[in-house]
């Protein structure tokens, strides 16, 4: 194997699938087995073949149907687990590996197994002679081997690698491991271990996540000369789970200048894609800000980092969302975003509009901003049209206030300005049959303009329990003639008004049809 050729072991239907809740059916891991082999990833374990008829049969599925990646299957060093894994991976020819394990530390040697280190030791090389027997390619796990004395270590791995096996795995089983001790006893291994320098054996690392360093205890663990890591899609596995593969296989290509001249087959582009029917499977969702897959991954919210995006996308991102799947970059329109991020959004949706007009939708997207998480296009849309008239706007409003409810009379307090600064603002209050007539009715006070309202239509314009309003009015100001109006917002009250205003403001603009 090339020096720095670094093995992604895929764990995700082993060790992830023994997340509580995560258990998955035949067709289903089936499913994901394909998916990581278009993902390419070097080895699939496909499951624990003695624990349950199901997990042999997914475990042969997979060796039969899936081509490319070798399939592994989990046995204890066990007669029986050994002979299950070598029957389950039969299919897959000479890409089958046996996977045999038992536990090194001092803690379980004593009070789980009630062994000598020299019993460990018989009981692992006959483990792995046994699967040897089945297969070419097998990989040894002294359990608990983050915690077990260095020099045992050793012994173990000198052992095993003797016995036939060409993958020594050295899991951190209780993510008790900080990253530059466990780089510290990868390297020590492999300065100790002749076969892992020769290139006879390799050592590989499986990293649980308990503290939070699964990730950074692999990578440590590759720098000190680990050729192998196993690891799981969305980082999913027993407890806290494992290392996750995404994160890996990302921190390995983007900091090449770092980890060096790393060789990984993965095909990034199919991360989020795996990713996401790993979620689907398992029923385990991905944490929004998780990285790599995670929604906001790489959505840029604040003004400044929208504004650095814009003006070169490196500012603020490292990798490229293509590189893993995604669509591409995100400047979710939040009440952070700046001017820059709305005036390009407009002129992405189409609008050309003026350095005035973009300022006049900023502020009122502001507005919006305030109450709603996102302000979509549907929103920006519905804020241009209802905002952007040919009219000057004469009244605008300010502030509106309605109280209604079963047992009260409906009641709108509303302040208006008319011509902008100059001018100032008006104030008054009405009742009426509802909050809507109740705010039209002050409105018409403050204007003294009397309209009636002939037809009037609300629609939603964007997505959720957040989504925006678009009123349309249809209103007479008394010479038979209709003018139309249009107001959008979260508060369907306030669109109502602000439509009418538009209403307003069109026949003031309008000489023709004076009202009275
Ligand atoms: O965490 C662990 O020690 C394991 C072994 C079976 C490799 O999953
Ligand atoms: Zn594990």
């Not at 897959?92 to 004593?110: D, M, N, P, Q, Y």
Request: with cysteine.
């Amino acid at each position: 194997m090339k020096k720095n050729r670094i093995m992604i072991f895929d764990t995700t239907l082993r060790d992830g699938e023994q997340c509580p809740g995560a258990s998955m059916n035949l067709r289903e891991k089936l499913e994901i087995a394909r998916q990581l082999a278009r993902l390419k990833v070097d080895v699939i374990e496909a499951g624990f073949p003695v624990i349950s008829a199901g997990d042999f049969e997914a475990v042969q599925t997979i060796a039969r149907e899936i081509k490319g990646p070798m399939i592994a299957g989990l046995a204890r060093c066990v007669a029986k687990d050994i002979e299950a894994a070598g029957e389950a991976i039969k299919p897959a020819g000479k890409r089958g590996r046996i996977h045999v394990f038992l536990a090194t530390s001092k803690i379980h040697r004593e009070f789980k197994l009630g062994k000598a280190q020299n019993e460990i030791i018989r009981l692992a090389v006959d483990g792995v002679k046994h699967a040897k027997s089945y297969v070419e390619s097998v990989e040894f796990s002294p359990e608990d081997g983050s915690r077990t004395e260095p020099e045992f270590l050793v012994d173990v791995c000198h052992a095993v690698i003797a016995a036939g096996a060409t993958v020594v795995n050295v899991p951190d089983t209780v993510g008790w491991a900080v990253p530059e001790e466990y780089g510290a006893l990868i390297k020590h291994l492999h300065d100790s271990v002749e076969a892992f320098r020769n290139g006879k054996a390799i050592i590989s690392v499986h990293c649980h996540n308990d503290l939070g360093f699964a990730v950074a205890n692999s990578l440590a663990a590759v720098r000190a000369g680990a050729r192998q890591v196993e690891c799981t899609i969305n980082g999913i596995g027993e407890r806290a789970g494992n290392a996750a593969l995404e994160e890996i296989v990302m921190a390995l290509k983007t900091r090449a200048d770092y980890y060096g001249d790393i060789d990984c087959n993965v095909v990034t582009k199919e991360i989020l894609k795996s990713s996401r029917l790993v979620s689907r499977m398992s029923g385990l969702l991905v944490q929004r800000s998780k990285a790599i897959v995670g929604e906001n991954a790489f959505a840029h919210s604040s003004g400044i980092h929208q504004d650095g995006i814009l003006k070169k996308r490196e500012t603020y991102e490292i990798m490229n969302p293509q590189d893993v799947g995604w669509g591409g970059t995100e400047l979710p329109l939040t009440k952070h975003s700046g001017r820059a991020a709305v005036a390009s959004r407009l002129k992405h949706l189409g609008f050309k509009m003026t350095d005035a007009e973009v300022q006049s939708i900023f502020a009122r997207f502001k507005e919006i901003g305030d109450k709603k998480k996102f302000v979509y296009d549907d929103d920006l849309t519905a804020l241009v049209e209802g905002h952007i008239t040919t009219v000057s706007e004469v009244w605008s409003l300010e502030y509106l206030n309605v109280t209604c409810g079963n047992l009260t009379v409906p009641t709108a307090t509303v302040r208006l300005r008319k011509n902008g600064a100059k001018e100032g603002a008006c104030q008054d209050a009405s009742i009426g049959d509802g909050p809507v007539d109740a705010a039209l009715k002050a409105i018409d006070r403050l204007t003294k303009i009397q309209g009636i309202l002939r037809d009037y239509a609300l629609r939603s314009v964007s997505e959720g329990q957040d989504a925006m309003g678009e009123v349309t009015v249809k209103v007479d100001f008394g010479n038979n003639e209709t003018v139309t109006g249009k107001g959008a917002g979260t508060d369907i009250v306030e669109a109502s008004a602000r439509a009418y205003l538009n209403a307003v403001n069109r026949h003031l603009s309008n000489p023709a049809p004076r009202s009275k």
